[in-house]
DNA sequence: TGCTTTTGATAAAACGTTTTACTTAAAAAA
DNA sequence: TTTTTTAAGTAAAACGTTTTATCAAAAGCA
């Protein structure tokens, strides 16, 4: 059970070490025949390359990093479907990481990864602040692919169309009749989650005399059910029945649904509720949550095939593209009665 | 912005490589304050050392590699906490990769990580096929530690007491007085699955007359909502209501909450369920599902624990430990109403 | 024939560490 | 004083590849 090198396949077939790496990358000119019986021996003697040998040598890993912020965030699950076979299709692998949404943890992970001989990363930042990924980058010469975060136009970017689907969720409140309209917001610093506001906001000045970014306009802290669940305690406390509330996504509108259900309060009758993602629970365990669908899967596929397409066009990375995806507004029982 | 090695380190500070390895590693015997000057020098000029050198020379990489199911499975996420701050503590860091409940892919994922010199394997498999992870295991000598499963005894694992659990819901069940009492079972490939199982039957043999493996135990392909949700129909068919279902995981217990709003039928006057494994969806979104709480975030901060001591602790992997770590049941809404 | 080009293959350096065995100088023991 | 021990440090090999420069032989060309 002793592990096989290069060294004993040149041996068995009675050739250099040179001429075995050399027929095993198809590089070199070896003749056709040669070629085919090294492989074959290397084959048959069940020789494994060693990674940390050639990535050593300066050679790829065929591995890329990704960089992510929260695990069971449900977004990611979707997506990582569609890094998965993009990744497969080229015959590279992946290895991930969450930042929990701290800068520092974003980095480091980012780093070891790099260290570790990755040959890019795609990274879901947790904020503006992309001075160290920057740096990783041409300190490893590796590219990198941003998911759903474009401020910095340095950077290759994946993402949604944010903006499109903030005002379908407004058009849509509107067609709802004479309601408060409201939007539950996110933290600031994600340029994402503040497009979605801006555009929502810009829709309703223009069409809803009654809305001021001041009064309409409330903030979670964190992105999550009981952020929503805590905040419509203040919502409450500033507007009158019936509303319709725009959550910054999926997670912030079930909390908001919890606190209806708990206080006696109809949903859509009484809150009509909107959230931004189309989690894939939603559809799993049957929650009817009008929602923004962003193609989640499509994303994590699109950024794979362009990192990949990076590595090796080297001018791509002088221009490194922002790609947009489209959106799409799914209609149900929060907001219009079944 | 050039890469500094070990060799610029050492002609800063006048001395040869092996110093500053020694140095920076704690070994040899050097004057304490040259060490602490190298170490000094080495912070101030950014060295980071190349993992890939260290892990070529047969140094470990401090990372140790993590197989499970699916990303999207809940026990996981909550037994990846655990895997992080254990391994935080230790300075060590992990990569992850899914398995698709598939058994070539486990094994190529495990080979992948080995290869690119992981320091340990800790792996949730598909079924009772260990062998090939066997083989890595001493191919790549690095210890390997199993989450949940321990059908054969050459491997260290971490796993919930299923039986407990089973035994638990049994006597709930019981109690809840003169129902029918069913079982969904899951695949019969997975040991821990099979052990509720066993423990449930065995239970109800010596209590329920009317009890009987055939005709009250029914088995779902998949481990999902639609598995449970598409069972429903066959249980419905074989029994009268009031039942009483044991689920052999709460998605599964999901499915069948589902398919009863939809029949109109009442939980849990009709039908009484409980699941298994207290997924965080459940609290988090408020949902009243009995079921056995398993410690997952205690199960991954013991595996990689275990796994890290097993490193240096040779005698450790002689006789591996099986650990199995205490259940509770949670009562909820869907067995007894409130 | 002699000259150039092509073909097939190789030796050796390089990648950045870690570690073994060895050297030298100083300190301790005799 | 000489011998032995210890302390401090180093040279060089090793890990398993990839790649560059080189070389010999064969083939093409005049």
Not at 214 to 243: C, W
Request: hydrophobic residues 40%.
């Amino acid at each position: 059970m002793k592990k096989i090198t290069i060294l004993d396949i040149a041996r068995e077939a009675g050739v250099s070490a040179a001429t075995v790496s050399l027929a095993l990358n198809d590089k070199g000119n070896l003749p056709e025949e040669r070629r085919r019986g090294i492989r074959a021996l290397a084959q048959k003697m069940g020789y494994r390359p060693n990674a940390m040998a050639r990535a050593l040598r300066g050679a790829g890993t065929g591995c890329v990093g990704v960089v992510i912020n929260y695990f069971n965030n449900p977004f990611f699950r979707s997506m990582f479907a569609g890094l998965e076979s993009a990744a497969d299709e080229s015959g590279f692998s992946f290895t991930v990481s969450q930042s929990r949404d701290n800068l520092e943890k974003e980095c480091h992970n980012a780093s070891l990864m790099a260290e570790r001989g990755v040959d890019g990363l795609i990274v879901l930042p947790c904020g503006n602040e992309l001075a160290h990924l920057k740096e990783i980058s041409i300190r490893h010469n590796i590219p990198i692919v941003l998911i759903s975060h474009t401020l910095e136009d340095e950077f290759a970017a994946i993402e949604a169309d944010n903006q499109r689907g903030a005002r379908m969720v407004a058009e849509h409140f509107l067609e709802l009749g004479d309601r408060t309209n409201i939007h539950l917001a996110g933290p600031q610093r994600k340029s994402g989650i503040m497009n979605r506001k801006q555009a929502f906001c810009e829709v309703m000045a223009r069409r809803d005399p009654s809305f001021s970014e001041e009064r309409n306009v409330f903030y979670t802290k964190t992105l999550t059910a009981e952020g929503g669940f805590a905040m419509m305690d203040e919502i409450a406390a500033a507007h009158q029945p019936p509303y319709s509330i725009f959550a910054v996504n999926d997670e912030v509108a079930l909390g908001i649904l919890r606190y209806c259900r708990q206080h006696g309060l109809l949903t859509p009758e009484d809150v009509a509720v909107a959230g931004f993602s189309d989690i894939d629970i939603l559809e799993a365990y049957g929650i009817p949550l009008t929602t923004v669908h962003i193609p989640a899967r499509r994303m994590g596929e699109n950024a794979m095939e362009l990192l990949l397409e990076m590595r090796k066009n080297a001018k791509i990375r002088q221009f490194p593209p922002i790609v947009t995806l489209p959106v799409s507004l799914i209609v149900r029982g929060s907001t219009v009665s079944s």
